[in-house]
């Protein structure tokens, strides 16, 4: 059997996935890396579907905690480490036994019998590493753009393409990312990673586009040049009940006079201009397919497919008002609206079971930065007055408010929630203003529950100051590779492909958590 130096997991066909990038780049005695991964996926497919769990959910909703959560003060305490590493909060019981977590997360203490809680995620890259989290990519940080692999979403966009039966209703995107395209409404514009990649652009996301007002001008604690301040007008800490989402382009789209039009008129709320017909609207369409196909010789077939692809959705979103009803969260019941929160958080968890409902298949709501001064999750100041006056308070209301509404509304079961950051928090505190634990990723937890995920349980466990695992280290790959696989693909044989028809593995490694399921 060919050994190459690398990873050592081995596929059915006796080599590693490693082995086999490494061995399609060098020829392997005339056969190609494709003829490869299709003679390995013959022998793996059919045991693809026995493991528990398989092909279970048929959506997912990502909660993405951006900046990432301190684990010691929310869900692994250690009430008997020394000071400078327990913190200022106090542990209360769950309704699982044995299991405690923070005092700030009550409503949440009362559903964790649901979920399973993951206390040993781990990895090397104590960075905001969104694109480690979500993607396939080996490591991180990259520089180069060129380097990254496809973002979650696109490559379950791309692969429900690809499966029969698994498209959208007409006008609803599969793949859905709100309040807004990550980063973009704070000074930090470094942390690439939500990209294509090679799949190509026609399968970037669709972002939202947050359109409300903020109400408080002095909300929680947050920090600025080193002094305690207060975050001002973020809509994290309250937003006035006439806010709601729209959709925003996706940068695709911009890729012709017509492409533009039609999707200046969607975020106006897909209302066409006075004068402007539906039919209208189709012979412009059809006049411009004209051109196009005048000119489709000159294109490769691949990049063609991709621009009738978004030009369609372009259309369809005009043509079907279901994606900006979804988005509108105003049309929800006060009482359920309530519930959630008046919250840019809670609202976008609302607009993202209401895009589940309407037929989207994963919607990846992040908790982001916003401007100067917030700075989401990412807690180098003001740790303990962040945390229990706008953080924990929030994130207990709007999580369990969506499992609650999911469940009542016989979606859970079918749809698989995912609360997760990028990293945790250093074990002992800092001497700054408030407290302060600065990035740390060799321990950090996740809550998992729904679409085929077993509730009850707890995985994993950490040393008595929460700084690394001493059971069962999960790493996140190991979790992108159990949702592909409650979502039906098995990583060890689904490939996704390039623009020049190339084969890609989904991930690098990780392998499927059966606890989990």
Not at 330 to 337: A, D, L, S
Request: aromatic content about 8%.
């Amino acid at each position: 059997m060919l050994r190459l130096l690398g990873n050592r997991r081995e596929l059915c066909s006796g080599l590693t996935r490693r082995e086999l990038l490494e061995a399609g780049a060098l020829g392997l005695g005339g056969l190609s890396l494709d003829t490869l991964l299709r003679n390995d996926a013959a022998q793996a497919a059919p045991v693809a579907g026995t493991q528990a769990g398989f092909g279970k959910a048929k959506s997912c909703i990502v909660l993405f905690l951006y900046g990432a959560w301190s684990q010691q003060d929310t869900l692994d305490m250690k009430p008997d480490a020394p000071a400078d590493v327990r913190g200022e909060f106090s542990p209360i019981s769950t309704a699982l036994p044995g299991v405690q977590i923070c005092e700030h997360l009550p409503r949440l203490s009362r559903w964790l019998d649901r979920t399973t809680l993951v206390r040993s995620m781990t990895h090397q890259h104590p960075t905001h590493c969104v694109a480690y989290a979500l993607t396939g990519i080996p490591q991180n940080p990259l520089r180069d753009p060129r380097d990254y692999w496809p973002f979650l979403g696109s490559s379950l966009d791309y692969l429900w393409d690809r499966t029969p039966g698994q498209q959208a209703p007409r006008g609803m995107p599969r793949n859905m990312c709100l309040p807004w395209e990550l980063n973009s409404r704070s000074r930090n514009r470094s942390h690439r990673g939500l990209t294509p990649a090679w799949l190509g652009n026609q399968w970037e996301p669709i972002f939202g586009q947050f359109d409300g007002t903020a109400t408080r001008e002095a909300g929680h604690p947050s920090a600025d040049g080193g002094r305690a301040i207060r975050s001002r007008f973020d809509p994290h800490d309250g937003i006035t009940p006439e806010s709601t989402f729209r959709v925003m382009a996706p940068t695709v789209l911009e890729l012709s006079p017509m492409v533009k039009f039609a999707h200046k008129v969607a975020q106006t709320g897909l209302d066409l201009p006075q004068g402007v017909s539906i039919d209208r609207l189709n012979r412009r369409r059809s006049l411009l397919e004209q051109f196009d196909s005048s000119r489709r010789h000159l294109a490769d077939s691949r990049q063609a497919e991709g621009l009738d692809r978004f030009r369609q959705m372009a259309f369809d979103m005009l043509t079907s008002a279901d994606c900006s009803r979804a988005l509108d969260v105003t049309n929800e019941p006060t009482p359920t609206r309530e519930r959630y929160g008046y919250t840019l958080f809670g609202q976008a968890s609302l607009a993202a079971r209401r895009l589940i409902e309407a037929g989207s298949r994963i919607v990846t709501v992040y908790w982001d930065e916003f401007g100067p001064e917030n700075t989401g999750w990412d807690t180098h100041l003001n740790n303990f007055p962040r945390l229990k006056e706008g953080l924990c308070p929030t994130l207990d209301q709007v999580y369990t408010a969506l499992l609650e509404d999911l469940e009542q509304r016989g979606m859970l079961e079918e749809t698989a929630v995912l609360l997760i950051s990028e990293h945790g928090r250093t074990p002992r505190i800092g001497n700054k203003p408030g407290g302060s634990r600065e990035h740390w990723s060799y321990a950090y937890s996740g809550l998992f529950a729904g679409g085929g995920i077993r509730g009850g349980q707890v995985i994993g466990a950490t040393d008595p100051h929460a700084g690394y695992p001493i059971e069962r280290p999960l790493n996140p790959k190991d979790i992108l590779a159990t949702l592909y696989h409650l979502l039906g693909f098995n990583v060890e044989t689904t490939r996704t492909h390039d623009n020049l028809g190339r084969p890609h593995f989904l991930l690098p490694h990780g392998s499927v958590v059966p606890e989990m399921l």
